[in-house]
């Protein structure tokens, strides 16, 4: 007997709606990413194509949020956040479905959601599927209403058109003006693209894009980066030719301009002070040609996991991984010096990275469970680590040696507002321009203070930051 299927249809119980929902409540409680939350359940899903709608679903629904709740209010009898948070997912879950996805018929939204209601009974308390039913149907029936006026409730409308919280609209609106903030709204809430970076240790991006034609794949270079690829829709990146012998690392085409702008030469020590999952450390690598270590240094222990993984498979030999906190060298360099006790000054690095933990607005279209667990507190908590970073690796910094600090956000609290404090408070250092570290098509990105910043930009990149400094001889 054939075991194909519709796509979404229940097997044991187990249906991608019902897996999606229940990423969606592990959202609410818990700090993990919706990447970590979908791998934890990927036994649970072994059809591609189920695999593929969970996905859809779950990033769908909170990428497009705060649309999906304005027109939900306009068909509830009382506010959304009211009702149990099974219920309002739920809501969302389907709503996702009828207003934006055109290959899911709406019976079959409305259908399978009233039936996921209903397996939700006993643990609510009751059965919500009547309220479910009627709320959905009602949103195919009843005409959507007008945006709010962009004239007249700028915020309002961005928020709505773009599912971004109101919170950060007004806060994009004040900081950039109209324009340049709903390009940040557009792009936050665009479904990326899949962008690879071509390992040059193995062949040139030409040869690449060769490779993948013959392989009936489309792709297309990158417009700003010059390793970059970006794919067409539909591929699985683990089933590209390449893949396993390391020809290419997915990497947005923005975070493929930081290690450039950090210019290691062979022979150099570097230090990549905040470095799983191995992005950034494997391209200084390449950049270096596996001559020179490589000091790669995270806290968290599973992502360190994926660092060494990924430097295997891309043979990144000079990388040097270490668990451990950046913020106390005496504890990490001990792994370099092989002192037991480090009383002596840090060992000294030619380069230091620093790729900082941060907000990550800039990367909210990849990430967008982060929006709803943020708010404008969170810029102060950061800049603080940030701060705390870059004083803890100043001193490992040898006299007319580089750093690099950059974040996946473009927020002044976490960007300029670090650089410059850090500047006054360290008079030995001076900040150099990145433009002559970058190809020319980056250099539009590049701000009146010498940095770099692709926030808003309409190239489909992410939204980085990076400031390049140096200490003084």
Known sequence: MSDERPVGTDVRGLSPRSIALSILLSCQRTDDTLDELIEQRATSIPQPRDRSLVMELVYGTLRRQETVDWRLDAVLAKPL?????????????????????????????????????????????????????????????????????????????????????????????????????????????????????????????????EKLRQAGIAAHPTAVSPVGVVLGKGQTVTALPGFQSGDFYVEDEAAQLIPRILDPQPGETVLDACAAPGGKATHLAELMGNRGPIYAVDRKTLRMDLLRQNCGRLGAQSVVPIVGDVRTPSEWARVITREPNLHKDPPLFDRILVDAPCSGLGVLRRHPEAKWRKDSSTFARHQALQAEILASVAPCLRPGGVLVYSTCSAETEETEEVVSSFCKGYHDWTRESVAPWLPSTALPFVTVSGALSTMGNDCGMDGFYAARLRKKG
């Open 81 to 209: 956040h009211r009702l149990p948070m099974v219920v309002q997912m739920l809501l969302r879950l389907g709503a996702y479905q009828l207003l934006f996805l055109d290959r899911i018929p709406a019976s079959a939204a409305v259908n399978e959601t009233v039936l996921l209601t209903k397996s939700y009974a006993k643990q609510v308390g009751r059965d919500w599927s009547g309220l479910v039913n009627g709320v959905l149907r009602n949103l195919v029936r009843v005409p959507a209403p007008p945006f709010p006026d962009p004239a007249s409730y700028p915020a309002q409308s961005l928020s709505i058109r773009y599912g971004i919280p109101i919170w950060l609209t007004e806060r994009w609106l004040g900081r950039m003006g109209l324009e340049q903030a709903e390009s940040a709204c557009r792009a936050s809430s665009t479904a990326p693209g899949i962008t690879l970076r071509v390992n040059a240790n193995r062949l040139t991006r030409e040869e690449f894009l």
